[in-house]
């Protein structure tokens, strides 16, 4: 759905299904970041054109709505509070990415769920 290093040219709100998220460690092995299910979103960053830190694969059969990144500026213009929201939204998941390489135990990163 999406890999690490890409710009996200809209963002994805999963209707059903789910995404598991991981990045690559220093040695090329896969580490599990999190699983967003419904409800969830990714493509955040599309927002403020920063590369994604996270693979995201579908882990089991997903639908997806896109959102492109001119209507997610759009609605972001015109709800400053979303903006803030979805900063935070990046924030969590850079630092659950990072959370993850350092071996941090389950359950010390944050939630990844938009809700």
Do not use: W
Request: proline share 6%.
């Amino acid at each position: 759905m999406q890999r690490a290093g890409q710009v996200p040219e809209s963002m994805r709100f999963i209707v059903a299904g789910a995404v598991a998220l991981r990045v690559r460690n220093p040695n090329g092995l896969a580490v599990p970041v999190g699983l967003l299910r419904a409800g969830d979103y990714l493509g955040q960053s599309s927002l403020t054109r920063q590369s994604v830190t996270a693979d995201a694969i579908a882990a089991e059969e997903t639908t997806v709505v896109r959102a492109s990144r001119e209507f997610i500026d759009e609605l972001a213009r015109e709800r400053p509070a979303l903006a803030k929201d979805l900063s935070r939204a990046i924030d969590m998941r850079r630092k659950a990415v990072r959370d993850a390489l350092s071996g941090s135990p389950p359950g010390a990163a944050p939630a990844l769920s938009s809700e």
